[in-house]
């Protein structure tokens, strides 16, 4: 356990340590020790290089993200409930439906999305980002069986107290789907953030990309020459990970909770 | 051709265009580039994707015996790299493994010895690594929490059936979140197939990388070439084979599950 631990773990020690280095120490001086400490000198790059678009790039991740996160949860919950509580005609159509979707890539939906997208001519906007985001079939599909493990006596009841069906859903329905849907959002934001091939396909101008595409722009220019140095990389891919951390330690309780709500009856 | 455009078929371009049959298809798999780059991240998926999952079902149920402090912390540990996002990782690695840069070459050299993870031969084991590093805490998460959710009654009764830790494990545990391991592996094939981040990342810093080494990669190259036609038949076939393998898993591990 502590190799698996150690192997999982040496690489972002080493991320870590690299982060705080200025471009000579990072080369020449012990990989996984720290030398001098370059901070805030590297933080003071981020902030005027290319007057700042580092920000530029986190403001565009935080927009897709959140927005993408709290459309397809909300379209998860509604869905999943419906296709959980509800008979319908054409009910395990729909379902398979989503079901085949979730073994359905995005990465290969994407190249369809760009042609579609550049004929009405939303290409390079943040719209061509955030489209394909509001609809998340996995989070349906997991709002599905969240939404099965309410009981029908509980919905049967708030029927015979005379609740419409939207006030059962928000107030019965949403109350314990709760945590699970903590956990679609928090995987949708992560996954958008995370996206990269989407947003690289979609959006051209730097002002539009999100972090991911930004940074690795600056990689790529270490290959063509008029290099970002390597120490300012490694730091802004850094920096672009904190508040994915930040997000999992607060709300750790609520993912785990979210997680493990399907297997217990 | 005897059908013309607006049948809603086939590429559209500005001129008006024909339906063009399965030209394209041919064109795509008759196209080395391609059809090598569906092979390797088949190749690739057969040795790293078993040896992934062992090792998460292995920390998983190790997890879920263990009655010491610490539980918490190796939980954190082995989900840390899938906290982090695929582009950060992979940028990380790219550093990693880069000759001038890489700790792991610079130790070799002061043993004696030479490592390069960038040469054509390496540069698969690279990116399996790559892969693994990022995806184990994952799909552990997944098994881990099957395995939380197993009916206490089922594990005391084996118990008192006389059944060590071992056997628990082996007999009752991994048979009964079988649904979960299978979910991981679907999960993993689709994973495989539609690779691209890593090779193309770990490709700025480590030009051995085959500018198609994986079939999106091989699209993406279409689609910058203006080949827009080729670009989408290269997916629906790359699709076709992620359908076809996803399916046939669960079909497969369907019909063993039934014998049992």
Known sequence: MTMAALYFLIPIWWFVVASTKNNGDLFSTNAFWFSELHFF?????????????????????FLYSIVGAVVSTAV?????????KYEFRGREAVFNTVLGATLMPIMLLTV?????FSKIGIINTPWAVMIPLLISPFGIYLARIYAATIPDELLEAGRVDGAGELRIFLSIGMKIMGPALVTIFLLQFVGTWANYFLPMMMVSSPELQPLSVGIVTWQQTMVTGAAVPTNIVIFAAFISVLPLIALFLTMQRYWKAGLTAGGIK | MQ?????????????GSTFSGLDQYVLALTDPAFTTSIL????????????????????ALLLDARRTIGKRSFNLIYFMPYAIPGVVSALMWAFLVQPSLSPFTSIAK??????????????PFTIGNMITWGFTGYNMIIMYSALKALPAEVLEAATIDGAGPWRTAWAIKVPLIRPAVVMASVFSIIGTIQLYTEPAILRNSAPNVDPTFSPVMAVYAAVMSNDFNGAAARSVILALV????SFG????????GGAF
């Open chain 1, 41 to 61: 000198d590297n933080f003071r790059d981020l902030l005027t290089r290319q007057d700042g678009i580092f920000f530029r790039w986190m403001g565009n991740s």
């Open chain 1, 76 to 84: 998860s919950a509604l869905a999943g409930y419906a296709l959980a």
């Open chain 1, 112 to 116: 369809p999305l760009y042609l579609l």
């Open chain 2, 3 to 15: 059908l013309s455009s607006g049948t809603g078929f086939g590429p559209k371009a500005s001129g």
């Open chain 2, 40 to 59: 390797r991240v088949i190749i690739l998926g057969v040795i790293q994707v078993p040896l992934m999952l062992a090792l998460a079902l292995s920390l």
């Open chain 2, 110 to 123: 002061a043993l004696g010895f030479t490592l390069d993870m960038t040469t054509p031969f390496a540069i």
């Open chain 2, 242 to 245: 992620t359908l076809v393998l």
């Open chain 2, 249 to 256: 898993f669960l079909k497969y591990q369907q019909r063993r």
